[in-house]
């Protein structure tokens, strides 16, 4: 018996569906997941179930929470550990996810994800670039403080799960990266979740499939 379910779009572009996915994957709610195929904007059948139009949207016990991160907020009061336990370093996790939630629209724009394609060298432009380095300083700060292999040391947690799509990004479009960010890059790809979500994605209809994520100007 389920207790609510989690509404998000096609696993291969939707980005902000992985963040809410991955929290609760992480916090083990017990939902059920409502795929509802991208139309590339404005999709009718989201905006008819979601207050605010988008996915991901969590519904859990009577609670109703839309937003990636007040999802990862929610999911993290059933499971605390998902933020590091240190105050400072949690304070830290948080400022990360929140700058990921508000930020990086660039990057979102030049090199959107999709799972399913490689697009090496492009989407380059001056500001995704200047995105792409912010990304790096942020990971490198991270890394270097906790030791890895993820941000905040040895478990992936919500800062990862903020950052998750912007690693399948970097392996689709392929900026150039330094080694700590490669090594990240890594990490998070072996996760069994980002492996299960690919795999998932690999398996949707070919009638989901959107021209203009396929075949990007
Ligand atoms: N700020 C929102 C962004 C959510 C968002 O933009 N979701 C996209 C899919 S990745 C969406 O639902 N777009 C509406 C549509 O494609 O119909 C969040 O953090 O959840």
Same mark, same amino acid.
């Given at each position: 018996?389920?207790?609510? !379910?989690?509404?998000? +779009?096609?696993?291969?572009? $939707? $980005? @902000?569906?992985? !963040? +809410?996915?991955?929290?609760?994957?992480?916090?083990?709610?017990?939902?059920?997941?409502?795929?509802?195929?991208?139309?590339? +904007?404005?999709?009718?059948?989201?905006?008819?179930?979601s207050?605010?139009? /988008?996915?991901?949207?969590?519904?859990?016990?009577?609670?109703r929470? @839309?937003?990636?991160?007040?999802?990862?907020e929610?999911?993290?009061?059933?499971?605390?550990?998902?933020?590091?336990?240190?105050?400072?370093?949690?304070? #830290?996790? !948080?400022?990360?996810?929140?700058? /990921? #939630?508000?930020?990086?629209?660039? =990057? &979102?724009?030049?090199?959107?994800?999709?799972?399913?394609?490689?697009?090496?060298?492009?989407?380059?432009?001056?500001?995704?670039?200047?995105?792409?380095?912010?990304?790096?300083?942020?990971?490198?700060?991270? =890394? +270097?403080? #906790?030791? %890895?292999?993820?941000?905040? %040391?040895?478990?992936?947690?919500?800062?990862?799960? /903020?950052?998750?799509?912007?690693?399948?990004?970097?392996?689709? @479009?392929?900026?150039?990266l $330094?080694?700590? $960010?490669?090594?990240?890059?890594?990490?998070? !790809?072996? #996760?069994?979740?980002?492996? &299960?979500?690919?795999?998932?994605?690999?398996?949707?209809?070919?009638? @989901?499939?959107?021209?203009?994520?396929?075949n990007?100007?």
């Amino acid at each position: 018996m389920t207790k609510g !379910r989690l509404v998000i +779009g096609t696993k291969r572009y $939707s $980005s @902000w569906s992985l !963040r +809410g996915w991955l929290a609760v994957q992480l916090a083990g709610l017990e939902v059920e997941e409502v795929v509802i195929p991208l139309a590339g +904007g404005a999709t009718g059948a989201i905006k008819a179930v979601s207050p605010n139009g /988008m996915v991901p949207y969590l519904e859990h016990e009577g609670a109703r929470i @839309w937003e990636s991160l007040a999802i990862a907020e929610y999911c993290a009061e059933f499971e605390p550990s998902l933020w590091p336990a240190e105050r400072t370093a949690r304070a #830290h996790a !948080r400022a990360i996810a929140a700058e /990921m #939630h508000a930020g990086f629209r660039s =990057l &979102r724009i030049a090199m959107p994800m999709n799972l399913g394609r490689s697009f090496p060298g492009r989407g380059r432009t001056p500001e995704a670039l200047a995105d792409v380095a912010r990304i790096e300083a942020i990971w490198a700060e991270a =890394l +270097g403080a #906790h030791g %890895g292999p993820f941000l905040f %040391g040895q478990a992936f947690g919500l800062a990862d799960a /903020m950052y998750a799509p912007v690693v399948t990004r970097f392996l689709t @479009w392929a900026p150039d990266l $330094s080694a700590a $960010s490669r090594a990240y890059v890594a990490a998070v !790809r072996a #996760h069994p979740l980002i492996e &299960r979500w690919y795999a998932e994605a690999a398996g949707e209809p070919a009638a @989901w499939l959107l021209d203009k994520y396929e075949n990007p100007a």
